[in-house]
């Protein structure tokens, strides 16, 4: 998953993760008769996460003019989303000087970064960075919590987890339900290329020439047109990073009929509710186009979808800007997407099982989005997820130390607002760190 790491110092803004998950004793608190200057701050950072102070009242105003106040409090809540309120200081070494190590508890992980002050500006706070969030074992967590958690969620949510074959899971959601997928639909073309090579009529091996180009995220967007790839990068690439031009190449090399095939094969309960067959490219045209364009798709007649096939939508192909525009005032055309419902999902690794060549459980282990606790209990994991404003997919295959195959795919859809991916995540992780 994307991993979220907060980091606010002066100048820099970044928003990434790096959970991993152990459950650290707080040190015991020395007496003290009064607080230091750096204390009463990194105290004050605890309300500031939780809501309940302004960052006029924390911050110097150079570290203000570099983050906003509303990037503070927005990179806040998504802490306190994915890792519960934040709880104490339970680390400030050394307490009394400018500059100090810091680590602060949420209900459900551990920041660590540095916080230092200005003596100059009140003992304000001129650099606040964390640089990991490590997840904590949530005491009497369980399956019917999270699923609780997860049921609560505005706008639609499935999810599923427990055994590959056989078994009953321990967490089933609208298990039947499809949701829009994002980029985890590219689990398709993974599994429709990896059994054509299975089956002989490809090698990971084979060279294509790149000429296809899509918009990121990736890399290939910017590759000389006609660069010759192998079909074993543009498999990686995709799964990966969501390379979005790999994975348009390989729809280009494999066809959308034999992708769609694929999808009827592995069990989908409704191949035709991704027919025709997206290519990202033709995603991102059909949201930042006009609106007559976009009801000509939606008519379902086959003659208008087809002209809009052929023609990529545009004479001309969008700006990156055009298209970020798009996507930048939330939700936009969900029913423009690719869909699968947890049960398909789950179909489909037991399909790849049997019928894709071994290396493509490879590939999808290249990014795992799992922490070193997670690693230590799993003996494989392979990872895709996908988001757009108001999608988000997170699935993984994983394998126990006995051997056993298991699936894990949460979705969330909401069309009335952006949803929250660290509060998802979290909730990922709180599953793949119960008990078995």
Do not use: C
């Amino acid at each position: 998953m994307r991993h979220v790491l907060a980091t606010l110092a002066l100048g820099a803004l970044v928003l990434t993760a790096a959970p991993l998950a152990a459950q650290a004793e707080p040190p015991a608190k020395a007496a003290a008769a009064e607080q230091t200057p750096l204390e009463k701050r990194a105290g004050q950072v605890v309300a500031l996460l939780n809501g309940k102070a302004d960052p006029a009242d924390i911050f110097t105003a150079g570290f203000r003019a570099a983050v906003a106040d509303a990037q503070i409090v927005t990179l806040s809540a998504s802490l306190v989303a994915q890792f519960g309120p934040a709880t104490d200081v339970a680390l400030l070494v050394p307490s009394d000087g400018r500059r100090a190590n810091l680590e602060i508890r949420f209900e459900r992980g551990l920041a660590k970064g540095v916080i230092a002050i200005d003596p100059v500006d009140g003992n304000r706070v001129n650099e606040l960075v964390f640089t990991s969030v490590d997840s904590l074992a949530v005491a009497n967590d369980n399956a019917q919590k999270i699923a609780a958690d997860l049921a609560a969620l505005p706008g639609s949510v499935n999810a599923w987890f427990g055994p590959l074959e056989g078994g009953a899971p321990v967490i089933s959601l609208g298990a039947d339900t499809p949701l829009a997928l994002g980029s985890a639909f590219k689990l398709y073309v993974l599994a429709a290329l990896a059994e054509d090579v299975k089956a002989g009529r490809r090698k990971w091996s084979d060279v294509v020439p790149l000429t296809e180009k899509s918009y990121p995220s990736g890399r290939l967007q910017d590759w000389p047109e006609g660069s010759p790839v192998t079909l074993h990068t543009l498999a990686s690439l995709m799964i990966s990073i969501s390379d979005n031009t790999a994975t348009d190449q390989l729809i280009k090399v494999l066809g959308k009929e034999r992708i769609l095939k694929l999808m009827k094969d592995s069990g989908h309960a409704d191949p035709s509710a991704n027919d025709p067959f997206l290519t990202t490219k033709q995603l991102f045209i059909l949201k930042a186009g006009n609106s007559q364009t976009l009801a000509d798709w939606r008519s379902g007649d086959p003659a208008k979808q087809a002209i809009i096939e052929v023609v990529q939508v545009a004479e001309e192909d969008p700006s990156l800007d055009q298209i970020n525009a798009a996507f930048a005032n939330g939700p936009k055309a969900l029913d423009v997407e690719w869909f699968a419902s947890p049960a398909d999902l789950a179909k489909l690794f037991g399909h790849m099982r049997r019928n894709a060549d071994p290396k493509v459980f490879d590939i999808m282990a290249i990014s795992p989005s799992a922490t070193a606790a997670i690693k230590a209990n799993w003996s494989y994991i392979g990872f895709k997820g996908g988001s757009e404003p108001g999608v988000i997919n997170l699935t993984w295959l994983l394998t126990d130390k006995a051997g056993r195959d298991w699936v894990l795919t949460l979705g969330w859809n909401n069309p009335a607002a952006v949803v929250d991916d660290g509060k998802l995540e979290g909730i990922a992780q709180r599953i793949l760190l119960l008990p078995r």
